[in-house]
């Protein structure tokens, strides 16, 4: 049975051999967990990792209020929290643990601060940035099985930064079971590798990265399961929650000794599991060194059976000089006895045959060592394939016995989950039909309740029901005759909506000719008042045609008449100028110039010519002041009935008098105004008060002004 420590780690008590022989025969650095590491009286991790001696308390000497020896320990201790929580939760909720598992992920979280400690910015603003992705690639160079881990991680689709692959990286390699061997190739090889990536006070550079590699060990007792496909490792991880790892893990309320049994049981189990599986990986490894031992050996049998074809076939080339030097020895022997002589080199052969058989012996001394050797060596490989066999036979039921292991812990998590499942649900069945018992009862008692009054009312309905048949009765009776009014009434509806929509189809029709008729009647009122203004135009107009035909008419008799009186006038025109000086010498006015003499106009010094004739009448004084009436001397001319009145000058004469004109109505009054320039202006027929006769501008239209 395996023993179990405080920290919840099992140890088996076989396991120090074990190590101690393999550090023995392989001369090489290996993890051990002997017993004695921890002590439960002093809070301390125990040395999981011998590969480096290190000093005693060296690095737990730091400056004093150093912030980066302060993160150091804190990264440290935190992930001890972490990896002790971790394997807490393992034991009690069972060792295959997979993403959704918080302390899992806080793990991961922590780890990821650890080696992302101290890691170097990129020099200058177009440097290549410093990635952990980058320092992990590298453990495939010492490491040939960590290839299998890079290159899968690179062809990940989902994938796609730096960070999201060196987490890809970590899960795979603690999935493997060998992130903390990864991670000491890297300790191991710090000056060639990290120096390059890592500050000189980095976590990885210092000696706190031994004390995380013992804790990655500690994590060899946990089966991972991650499918690194569906999770996103490129996004930022999460927030650790510390109120997990400040409270007291060692007892748990409310555990029925039922649970501890189980939970015992459980332990054991796993402990056992755990011990098989050490056990295998330092079986594994005395299989591969006498792997190792195997192929040297077969290398050096080799290299004996050539050596021994080479000893034979020396052999052989010995033999046959021997016998050469026989064949040759005995000739010489017959020829020295048949003539008795050269006993000089009787002598010789006999020294040189003497040092070939020391030869031969020495030969056959080392052809029998060799034999010996050779029978040694084959014994020992038959002992070998012997013990290979039975360490296959060996290691092939350990797996199978590992194998059944296994299942038996499926089959128990399996079956617990199910038992747990199968809890679960019976206690949810349970309280929702005891729920639901407590709900029914509640409801027969209302029911019960609600039965007796409904009897109650049952009873009152009965009575009441009697008398609203009756009441139906005759409600029908007055329904069916309402119903036969209601027939009459729609009819009468009917034809009253066919004379509605007619009426209102043709009261449509009215209001449409009604509008164009109040149309037409305004376009008719404007065209009647435009009628009434331009008769009243064509009224006044003709009634200046007629005075202007008539006075053409008149103008036409007098200028014959004027002409025949020119003489006359021209006779008189002495002795009228004559008394009309006189007389204004008398009345202090201005003398009347002779009219010979005069040529031109002297109010506006313009020449008289045809149009522009001079004054006829000698009584009229033509002054310069607009608005200013004309003398008072004013005589008419001499045809009874007409006045004539003289233009002199550019001055417009304007004759502004009240003519009593017989018209069409009574009392009505009209003055003309017109232009007269420069010619003879008769008026006949109408009496001319002198008095209104003003003088006023050349350019004055004909108007009539009221008076």
């Known amino acids: 049975?395996?023993?179990?420590?405080?920290?919840?780690?099992?140890?088996?008590?076989?396991?120090?051999?074990?190590?101690?022989?393999?550090?023995?025969?392989?001369?090489?650095?290996?993890?051990?967990?002997?017993?004695?590491?921890?002590?439960?009286?002093?809070?301390?991790?125990?040395?999981?990792?011998?590969?480096?001696?290190?000093?005693?308390?060296?690095?737990?000497?730091p400056r004093p209020r150093d912030p980066v020896i302060i993160e150091r320990s804190n990264l440290v201790n935190i992930s001890k929290l972490i990896v002790k929580e971790l394997i807490e939760t393992s034991l009690k909720y069972g060792r295959m643990l997979d993403s959704d598992h918080m302390p899992l992920q806080h793990f991961f979280i922590v780890l990821e601060h650890v080696l992302r400690h101290g890691l170097r910015p990129k020099k200058g603003l177009l440097g290549p940035k410093k990635e952990l992705w980058d320092i992990l690639q590298l453990v495939e160079k010492y490491c040939?099985?960590?290839?299998?881990?890079?290159?899968?991680?690179?062809?990940?689709?989902?994938?796609?930064?730096?960070?999201?692959?060196?987490?890809?990286?970590?899960?795979?390699?603690?999935?493997?079971?060998?992130?903390?061997?990864?991670?000491?190739?890297?300790?191991?090889?710090?000056?060639?590798?990290?120096?390059?990536?890592f500050e000189p006070d980095a976590l990885m550079m210092s000696e706190e990265a031994i004390v995380v590699m013992g804790l990655l060990v500690g994590l060899n007792v946990i089966d991972c399961n991650f499918c690194v496909k569906e999770e996103d490792l490129d996004c930022q991880q999460g927030v650790i929650d510390f109120s997990l790892y400040l409270r007291n893990s060692n007892h748990i309320?409310?555990?029925?000794?039922?649970?501890?049994?189980?939970?015992?049981?459980?332990?054991?189990?796993?402990?056992?599991?755990?011990?098989?599986?050490?056990?295998?990986?330092?079986?594994?490894?005395?299989?591969?060194?006498?792997?190792?031992?195997?192929?040297?050996?077969?290398?050096?049998?080799?290299?004996?059976?050539?050596?021994?074809?080479?000893?034979?076939?020396?052999?052989?080339?010995?033999?046959?000089?021997?016998?050469?030097?026989?064949?040759?020895?005995?000739?010489?022997?017959?020829?020295?006895?048949?003539?008795?002589?050269?006993?000089?080199?009787?002598?010789?052969?006999?020294?040189?045959?003497?040092?070939?058989?020391?030869?031969?012996?020495?030969?056959?001394?080392?052809?029998?060592?060799?034999?010996?050797?050779?029978?040694?060596?084959?014994?020992?490989?038959?002992?070998?394939?012997?013990?290979?066999?039975?360490?296959?036979?060996?290691?092939?039921?350990?797996?199978?016995?590992?194998?059944?292991?296994?299942?038996?812990?499926?089959?128990?998590?399996?079956?617990?989950?199910?038992?747990?499942?199968?809890?679960q649900e019976c206690e949810g069945s349970l309280k929702h039909k005891t729920e639901l018992i407590t709900k029914l009862e509640a409801k027969t008692l209302s029911m019960t309740e609600s039965i007796q009054k409904m009897d109650e009312k049952c009873k009152e309905i009965d009575g009441v029901r009697s008398g609203v048949e009756e009441r139906v009765r005759v409600l029908d009776a007055e329904a069916v005759e309402r119903e036969a009014r209601t027939n009459g009434v729609e009819r009468e509806l009917r034809l009253e909506r066919e004379w509605r929509t007619s009426l209102q189809e043709t009261s449509i029709c009215n209001t449409e000719k009604i509008s164009q008729l109040h149309q037409e009647i305004d376009q008719l009122k404007r065209v009647s008042e435009r009628y009434l203004t331009l008769q009243e135009e064509y009224y006044a107009l003709k009634e200046v045609c007629s005075e202007q035909?008539?006075?053409?008419?008149?103008?036409?008799?007098?200028?014959?008449?004027?002409?025949?009186?020119?003489?006359?006038?021209?006779?008189?025109?002495?002795?009228?100028?004559?008394?009309?000086?006189?007389?204004?010498?008398?009345?202090?006015?201005?003398?009347?110039?002779?009219?010979?003499?005069?040529?031109?106009?002297?109010?506006?010094?313009?020449?008289?010519?045809?149009?522009?004739?001079?004054?006829?009448?000698?009584?009229?004084?033509?002054?310069?002041?607009?608005?200013?009436?004309?003398?008072?001397?004013?005589?008419?001319?001499?045809?009874k009935g007409c006045t004539i009145v003289a233009i002199v000058g550019t001055f417009s004469v304007t004759l502004a008098a009240t003519i009593l004109q017989p018209c069409r109505t009574q009392r009505s009054r009209r003055a003309f105004v017109t232009n007269v320039t420069c010619f003879w202006l008769v008026v006949t027929r109408w009496r001319v008060n002198t008095s209104r006769v003003f003088i006023f501008p050349q350019a004055t239209r004909i108007t009539e002004i009221s008076t």
């Open 549 to 639: 035909e008539r006075t053409l008419e008149e103008l036409g008799g007098q200028l014959s008449a004027a002409k025949l009186a020119a003489a006359e006038l021209r006779e008189a025109a002495d002795n009228v100028q004559q008394q009309q000086q006189q007389s204004a010498l008398q009345e202090g006015s201005v003398a009347w110039a002779n009219d010979r003499m005069v040529t031109q106009c002297k109010g506006c010094s313009r020449e008289f010519n045809m149009t522009r004739r001079k004054p006829a009448v000698r009584g009229i004084l033509v002054r310069r002041e607009r608005g200013r009436a004309l003398s008072r001397g004013l005589k008419g001319g001499r045809r």
């Open 144 to 197: 040939p099985e960590a290839q299998d881990i890079t290159s899968s991680i690179r062809d990940l689709p989902t994938v796609r930064t730096a960070m999201g692959r060196a987490r890809a990286w970590l899960r795979m390699a603690l999935m493997q079971k060998k992130l903390a061997d990864y991670l000491k190739v890297l300790i191991d090889h710090k000056d060639d590798i990290l120096s390059e990536y």
């Open 253 to 423: 309320p409310g555990e029925s000794p039922d649970d501890e049994l189980e939970n015992d049981n459980m332990t054991t189990v796993l402990d056992q599991k755990n011990y098989i599986e050490e056990l295998n990986r330092h079986l594994n490894a005395t299989v591969t060194n006498l792997q190792a031992k195997v192929e040297s050996l077969t290398t050096t049998n080799a290299l004996m059976k050539e050596d021994l074809a080479i000893a034979k076939n020396n052999i052989l080339s010995l033999q046959e000089e021997n016998r050469q030097l026989k064949k040759e020895l005995g000739i010489e022997v017959k020829d020295a006895n048949e003539n008795g002589k050269a006993p000089l080199k009787i002598t010789e052969t006999t020294a040189e045959m003497e040092e070939l058989r020391s030869r031969l012996e020495s030969e056959k001394k080392s052809r029998q060592d060799l034999e010996k050797e050779l029978e040694l060596q084959i014994s020992m490989k038959s002992e070998m394939e012997v013990a290979m066999k039975l360490l296959e036979k060996d290691i092939h039921e350990k797996q199978d016995t590992i194998i059944s292991l296994r299942r038996q812990l499926d089959d128990i998590k399996l079956i617990n989950l199910e038992m747990y499942k199968k809890l």
């Open 1 to 61: 049975m395996a023993a179990e420590s405080s920290d919840g780690l099992p140890i088996s008590p076989s396991e120090k051999s074990l190590t101690g022989s393999l550090v023995s025969d392989e001369n090489e650095k290996s993890v051990s967990r002997s017993p004695s590491s921890y002590s439960i009286r002093e809070d301390k991790w125990p040395d999981l990792v011998v590969s480096r001696p290190r000093k005693l308390d060296a690095w737990w000497l």
